[in-house]
């Protein structure tokens, strides 16, 4: 620490300034470059010497200037920055603040020392702090004794941190009310709204930045009072969800430089938004006819535009130089867009138009979209004036000259093609170029495009109808010569190619091993999707799906599947058998992905002595036409397989588990033989009925699981019997002989899933001496199969999570000693309306069921008083209201924490008496719209979560937010972010994904 306090006083005063209010940021935490700047900006500690010079572009400079010096570590996440502070800096910057600067964390309220000269105050609430009921309520005290150690009326910044913050809203409020100097207000994630919190607000006259970081509401007003802050610079709602109402006059605010929301939309509601001279961005401004609020001359006084500037419905314009975008030395990206949708098009007046929209010569990002006229401006075309621009998007227009692009052609109404291109000298920084919805255009190709593409990154072309070649389309010359050429493209990183169906075939795919992004869809006679790209965690991931119709062995010719050495999931759809040596290049591949194919992969005559493992650990094969013995062959090839997935291949008739030598025996080409050879002999036994089939269809059905199986999932097979007995006979010379026995020799199973399978079980009786499912089974799901659990489960000692859904007439009963004596600790129940009748259960922790009637009765809930800490009760359409004796015996669970009402269409009203559950500390209700009301006793004191998702009921909502402060974590519609308690869902329909977990 001596050290780095050393380098700090070394550092300019300007940049210890910048430094030390970081301090107010949590630990940890990733700065976006704008999102610092913003803040020096509402700090107004951003000077210069150089009037010429941006307030921006000075806190960039000393942002880099902090980089430089090791204050800052700047990091590059899915093509994005950020920055972080090193936990030991974080520290140093808290040291040298305290004088002004005070961050009160959640756990040390009561502890820390408040000096009076403190100026700026942040807050982070642990969200484990609000988890505990206790530690919640202590911290609450803690808040309130706040105000008397800090004087408020003196606070120049405030910033809340944590997700849950809002849950302090009472004690944060009061503390608040007298804070009148505010300058700088950050709220994050808050679940309120802002008067609720600032009960002064409209009193902030001082205001320079205020910022709402995420949170979800169904509709967020920002106070009308807002357009009174003279001083804001700085209105940040860009992470906020929902539908926003701005506020009237928003023109008043003659000092605001940046207004950063997620809808662009949002800009174009701004009347008089020329009066917000000092504004950097207007994303979206949209010409009205006749009203002077939105007429084009607006634009024309917003001098200090640097950022991105949308000008949209451009059809209305009348004098397009009034928008003076000439004098616009400091904008980034234009956009200039006609309603394609218009009744007119008036195609002298729109050449006007766009004539005289000619940008500044610094502009770098330039979009045309809809524009009626027959050409170019002159501007972008041989009198070109943006030399310098990086990225050009050209959409939806008619043109008959185009930028100097290049052997850009184009095609007339008779068919004959003609070149369209400006002449003079190309753009020689152009990094991005987009080309959309050209119906004319023909081909970009020869010399000249290539010298423009050799200097791209990225390239887009989409509904280019007569579009039949590009420099890397394969026309004339031989393979070699094309992927030499494609790879003269060293720069490009993106290429996406859509909705091109005359396209001439291009070069292999993709054209490098380094990282790059790859579309094509709808183009040729060959792909209908290739999707090439990099997942969330930087994984290499392949999409390939091929047209209908007949596809021949040059399909895999246009992969270059030599580049794709780090490739970890391919997905394949409608498409022809892989070769086994292509398949060979893959080698980091571990997921596979097979859907509406045949024999999938298969070697060529010259691989008949070679054989094949692959480390694929991961396999799902969908609507597949192959039969049993081909996927048999298939997975003899991946010898470290967990994870198999099966669905809807109705091919497969039999199940079995063969034997390691078995696999390995199938694995070496030579085994292929079998398929003409064998076919022979079988054919001879077809005399020798079995069961009503013959033994070749058995066999040719007959779907062989290799033996180290983890995880199996079977869904929508209709024919498949599960082998429980087996084959002795020499007619398939002992190919499967010994086969049967269910899935006992998978002795590595753990997750078994089996959905709408009806036949799946049809050869177990239970006379049978073997049971067909493995001992090391620990989740099991049997969805719709038309045998009863009543013996299947006996030997499941290990079983811990039990699914079953539909079973008509099942009693749990049956099952005596798997609920009573097993490892069960999970249960899903679902139409399966008699299997609590006269039920025993003990033991288990959590409970799904649509049976409400069946496990309300006070014998099943005496015997899960002291275990269940988990029920839901879901997708029930009949049960209006609980009896009195179901209330009674829902009191009876003693140890429940978690209640979950999902999908309970009749359900009027929540079980009276949730008070007494004094162990309940999470209740959910979701999709259960005629539920108006709480309970009148309300909820236990132990209650630390409440869930309300999709309510109808707004008196239902209002008694919720009554409810804040008073526990922990309330929640609904208006700001429950879905992602992340998709656990709802999963809840609900825990049966249909308890193997996928």
């Known amino acids: 620490m001596p050290a780095l306090k050393l380098s700090y006083d070394y550092l300019p005063f300007h940049l210890q300034q910048c430094f030390t209010y970081c301090a107010m940021f949590p630990e940890d935490h990733k700065f976006a470059s704008d999102e610092i700047i913003h803040l020096w900006i509402g700090l107004d500690i951003l000077h210069s010497q150089d009037p010429n010079k941006k307030i921006e572009d000075i806190g960039l400079s000393r942002l880099n200037d902090l980089v430089s010096y090791g204050f800052f570590e700047k990091h590059v996440e899915d093509g994005s920055s950020y920055y972080v502070m090193h936990d030991l800096l974080h520290e140093l910057a808290l040291k040298v603040s305290s004088y002004e600067c005070l961050t009160i964390c959640s756990s040390n309220v009561k502890s820390i020392q408040i000096p ?21 309520e202590n911290i609450k005290k803690d808040f309130i004794t706040l105000s008397k150690r800090l004087d408020v009326g003196k606070l120049h910044s405030l910033m809340l941190f944590g997700q849950y913050h809002g849950s302090f809203i009472t004690p944060f409020s009061d503390l608040l009310r007298k804070a009148r100097a505010l300058r700088i207000v950050l709220l994050s994630m808050p679940s309120y709204a802002i008067v609720s919190m600032l009960h002064n607000f409209s009193k902030l006259v001082h205001l320079r930045y205020l910022r709402i970081n995420g949170g979800k509401f169904s509709e967020l007003s920002l106070p009308n009072i807002i357009s009174r802050f003279y001083h804001l610079r700085i209105l940040d709602v860009r992470q906020c969800k929902g539908h926003f109402g701005l506020p009237r006059d928003m023109n008043n605010l003659v000092k605001l430089r940046h207004f950063v929301v997620q809808d662009d939309k949002l800009y174009s509601d701004i009347a008089n938004v020329g009066k917000l001279k000092c504004l950097q961005d207007l994303r979206r401004f949209e010409v009205k006819r006749q009203v002077k609020a939105f007429a084009i001359s607006q634009i024309g006084q917003l001098d200090e535009l640097k950022g991105s500037l949308g000008i949209y419905d451009l059809e209305n314009a009348k004098a397009a130089e009034e928008a003076k975008l000439l004098n616009k030395s400091h904008l980034h990206k234009l956009i200039l867009d006609w309603n394609v949708n218009r009744s007119t098009k008036d195609y002298s007046q729109e050449e006007h138009i766009l ?38 998007c050209i959409n939806g227009v008619c043109w008959d000259k185009f930028p100097p692009l290049g052997g850009l052609w184009l095609v007339n109404k008779h068919g004959e093609k003609f070149l369209a291109c400006a002449s003079g000298r190309s753009f020689q920084y152009l990094k991005r170029l987009e080309l959309v919805a050209i119906p004319r255009l023909a081909k970009w190709a020869g010399n000249d495009a290539c010298c423009v593409l050799s200097l791209l990154e ?16 394969h026309s004339t010359c031989p393979w070699s010569r094309q992927e030499m050429n494609l790879s003269q493209f060293s720069r490009l990183q993106n290429l996406e190619i859509a909705k091109c169906p005359k396209l001439l075939p291009l070069s292999p795919l993709p054209w490098t091993s380094s990282p790059c992004h790859v579309l094509i869809k709808e183009v040729g006679s060959h792909f209908h999707l290739l999707d090439y790209q990099r997942n969330n965690q930087s994984e290499q991931g392949l999409q390939i799906e091929g047209k209908d119709g007949p596809l021949d062995s040059t399909f895999w010719k246009l992969l270059a599947l030599s580049n794709l050495t780090e490739l970890r999931e391919l997905k394949m759809k409608k498409c022809p058998p892989l070769p086994l040596k292509h398949l060979k290049l893959l080698s980091a591949l571990r997921r596979l992905s097979i859907t509406d194919s045949g024999i999938a992969l298969l070697p060529t005559d010259c691989e008949s002595t070679v054989t094949y493992h692959f480390l694929v650990e991961q396999l799902e094969i969908y609507e597949c036409s192959a039969s049993g013995i081909e996927m048999t062959q298939l997975l003899s090839y991946f010898p470290k397989l967990m994870n198999l997935r099966i669905e809807k291949c109705q091919k497969i008739t039999g199940l079995g588990v063969a034997g390691q030598e078995m696999m390995a025996t199938l694995a070496s080409p030579p085994s292929l033989s079998y398929n003409k050879s064998e076919d022979a002999q079988i054919g001879n036994d077809q ?22 199986l983890q995880n199996l999932d079977i869904r929508h097979c209709s024919k498949l019997i599960l082998q429980l007995d087996s084959f002795v006979g020499d007619t398939t010379r002992n190919l499967i002989r010994g086969v049967g026995g269910g899935l006992q020799y998978l002795r590595s199973l753990q997750s078994l899933c089996i959905k709408h399978c009806p036949n799946f079980l049809s050869s177990y009786s239970p006379s049978l001496s073997c049971f067909p499912f493995p001992s090391s089974l620990q989740d099991l799901a049997i969805i719709d199969c038309v045998r009863g659990m009543e013996t299947l489960v006996q ?21 005596c000693s798997l609920l009573t004596q097993g490892h069960l600790r999970v249960l899903a129940v679902h139409k399966t309306p008699e299997f609590f009748v006269g039920s025993k259960p003990s033991g288990l922790q959590q409970l799904y069921t649509d049976d409400i009637v069946g496990v309300f009765v006070e014998p099943t809930c005496r015997l899960l008083s002291s275990s269940l800490t988990k029920l839901s009760l879901s997708m029930n359409h009949k049960v209006e209201r609980f009896t009195k004796e179901q209330n009674m015996a829902l009191q009876l669970l003693s140890s429940l924490e978690v209640l979950i009402f999902v999908q309970c269409s009749k359900l009027q009203s929540l079980p009276a008496g949730l008070h007494r559950l004094t162990s309940l500390k999470r209740l959910e209700i979701a999709y259960c719209p005629n539920i108006h009301s709480l309970p009148k006793g309300c909820f236990p004191s132990s209650l630390e979560v409440l869930h309300v998702y999709e309510s109808q009921s707004e008196e239902l909502k209002r008694q919720c937010r009554k409810l804040k402060g008073t526990i922990a974590i309330i929640e609904d519609e208006d700001y429950l972010e879905l992602v992340t308690n998709t656990h709802l869902f999963d809840l609900a329909q825990f049966t249909f994904c308890l193997a996928q977990h």
């Not at 990225?458 to 280019?464: A, D, G, K, M």
């Not at 030997?795 to 099952?815: K, Q, V």
């Open 116 to 136: 009076p000269s403190i100026r700026h105050l942040s807050i982070v609430v642990d969200d484990m702090d609000v988890n505990d009921r206790v530690t919640f």
């Open 795 to 815: 030997n499941l000692s290990s079983l811990t999570r039990l699914s079953i859904w539909d079973f008509g007439d099942l009693r749990s009963g049956s099952m």
């Open 687 to 708: 005399q020798q009925p079995r069961g009503g089939n013959g033994i070749a269809s058995v066999v040719t059905g007959l779907l062989l699981l290799p033996h180290q």
């Open 458 to 473: 990225e390239f887009i072309v989409r509904e280019c109808p007569e579009l039949i070649e590009l420099p890397f389309s």
């Open 355 to 392: 004539e005289n929209h000619r940008p500044h010569s610094n502009l770098r990002e330039l979009h045309i979209q809809g524009h009626g006229g027959t050409t170019c401006p002159s501007w972008l075309g041989p009198n070109l004036s943006i030399k310098g621009l990086q990225s050009l």
